[in-house]
T-cell receptor, first 108, second 119 residues
Framework: TQLLEQSPQFLSIQEGENLTVYCNSS?????LQWYRQEPGEGPVLLVT?????EVKKLKRLTFQFGDARKDSSLHITAAQPGDTGLYLC????????FGGGTRVLVKP | GAVVSQHPSRVICKSGTSVKIECRSL??????MFWYRQFPKQSLMLMAT?????????EQGVEKDKFLINHASLTLSTLTVTSAHPEDSSFYIC???????????????FGPGTRLTVL
């Protein structure tokens, strides 16, 4: 059982559509991180959210940390094929706690 | 930002041989390095944690005699897969935590990974 549960596990959408990925836990975290990993490469850090209720934007990506600091979401607006990849949430500072990952496929 | 490299990026070996993978922090001193394993379409699974100059700490179920980890300096850790078998074929990724001022000490910087194929 993953301490961090990600949903959905796989998402296939058309270019231009929006999508949301969720990262949920029963535990409280001091902060959460989101990574994107492309095939054959290591994960790349996208953002760290620290404060409950915090919203951070990175171009077309919007990250939110739940008020209770138990969950987070990643929303992509007008997805592009370049957004294709494996999105991973991780508890910052906790080497063990990666979510199971969400594989996103954006078709042109 | 902090850069972590891995070498080689891909390796193919015969069953029974040993393979060494290097992980280097290029522009910072890594107080701690982590080794992960990733199977296709799955998330990263931590194998072990290594601190410079001390023995690695292995996660449950990871054979320390099979996956030898050496962290001889603050910029280099190596993972040696001994007597490799086809089931060891996987994507191995290292990460490092920096002790350099200016770097978040709780942020892991990941290497690009090494694809190991054992025939």
């Amino acid at each position: 059982t993953q301490l961090l549960e990600q949903s959905p596990q796989f998402l296939s959408i058309q270019e231009g559509e929006n999508l949301t990925v969720y990262c949920n836990s029963s535990s409280v975290f001091s902060s959460l991180q989101w990574y994107r990993q492309e095939p054959g490469e290591g994960p790349v850090l996208l953002v760290t959210v620290v404060t409950g209720g915090e919203v951070k934007k990175l171009k077309r990506l919007t990250f939110q940390f739940g008020d209770a600091r138990k969950d987070s979401s990643l929303h992509i607006t007008a997805a592009q094929p370049g957004d294709t990849g494996l999105y991973l949430c991780k508890a910052a500072g906790n080497k063990l706690t990666f979510g199971g990952g969400t594989r996103v496929l954006v078709k042109p | 930002g902090a850069v972590v490299s891995q070498h080689p990026s891909r390796v193919i070996c015969k069953s029974g041989t040993s393979v060494k993978i290097e992980c280097r922090s290029l522009d910072f001193q890594a107080t701690t390095m982590f080794w992960y394993r990733q199977f296709p379409k799955q998330s990263l699974m931590l194998m072990a944690t290594s601190n410079e100059g001390s023995k690695a700490t292995y996660e449950q179920g990871v054979e320390k005699d099979k996956f030898l980890i050496n962290h001889a300096s603050l910029t280099l850790s190596t993972l040696t897969v001994t007597s490799a078998h086809p089931e060891d074929s996987s994507f191995y990724i290292c990460s490092a935590i920096g002790g350099t001022p200016g770097l978040h000490t709780d942020t892991q910087y990941f290497g690009p990974g090494t694809r190991l194929t054992v025939l």
